[in-house]
Every structure is written in structure tokens, then in C-alpha cells.
């Protein structure tokens, strides 16, 4: 293996972004942010611990989820989950975040950074609540960087192509589970718990 070990190296190797790339990052939300922002269902929650130890998230809720508050800062709501917090115990060790918003069916996506701290409770989270579950939690993030990205990553995956999409093709969230998690229940009954009744109980 031939390891790269500084950044001249891999500006030889990558070459140098051109002007336009290298300075479209901005400290502050635009209107077609906020359009954004106002469109995805969905993004990603990037942390890492103070000992360097990462950590990503996947985000999701109804379009409009993450809540504007001004141009530098908004506010992405908890929703019950595994309760391992694995991203908001690092935001207590260390506030730097990045987050990755996702439209789906669009291969460009809005990246923010900044700095983020966890809320247990503020006036905007009356307009987080969905199907009666008003947050426990939010990250509050203070905006330092925010550009959007190209669709090259989505172009080469075929991401949002449904002709190539093979969710059979690698076992069931049951099987897992069966395997790796949960293996004294019967996969009769883990394929109950991860069947169709699983979608009612997202808010609970």
C-alpha cells in the first residue's frame, strides 16, 4: 500500500479545486437554503466525540422537518429511536457537526456545518410536533459553513433509478437482527415486529 501522508501529496494526486468550488461555501443560509431546507425529508448527522470517535445519523420526518430560526442558525428535532444517542453524546464532548440534506429523486444535496448544542426544551418545539410526538430533544446548530454539492455520486450509484434498486437481494432487517442482534426471538417473530405494523409504531 502506497499511504498518503500530506495535504501537497494529495493536491497532486486530486489537483486543486477551481475558484467557484473553492469559494462557494457561506456562513449563512440563502432563500433557496431555506427552500431547501423546507423541501427535505430527510439528512444526514455527522459528529465525532472528543477522542476523535465519529458518528452518523440518518434524520427523518415529513418535508420541513429541520426548523429555520434565523439565517445562521435552525434546529433538528429527536424522534424515538434505539435510544443509544451515540450523536448527541458527542455533541456533549464536542459541538462540531456537518449535516447532509437529501431530496429524493435529486442528486444534489445542501451540506451546513457549525456548531451544535442539545436542547430539552424551547418555544420552537410546538411547531416540531408530528402525530402528537413533540421532541424531547433538539440539536440546536450554529451555522458556520453551508454549499450546496453536485450530483456526481448519485449519478455514478444510479441512486434514485428504481431499475436498479434490489432490496431482496441481501437479507431482511428480521434476518439481521435474527443474526447479529436479537437471537433468542424466533424469526417468526422478528419478521412480525419489522413487518407492516413497524410503521405505527415510528412515533411511540
Known sequence: MQEITDEAELGELLGEPTPVVR???????HELDVAWL?????????TSAADGTCDVSPKGDPAGFTVVLDDRTIAVPERPGNRRAD???NILSNPHIGLLYFIPGRGDTLRINGRARLLRDADFFDRMVVKGHRPKVAVLVDIEEVFFHCSKAFLRSALWKPETWQPDALASRARISKTLERTEDSLAELETY??????EKIYH
Do not use: T
Request: glycine share 8%.
Open 23 to 29: 469559494d462557494k461555501a457561506r456562513d449563512r443560509l
Open 38 to 46: 423546507k423541501a427535505a425529508p430527510f439528512c444526514l448527522m455527522a
Open 87 to 89: 450523536g448527541f453524546r
Open 194 to 199: 419489522y413487518g407492516p405494523a413497524y410503521a
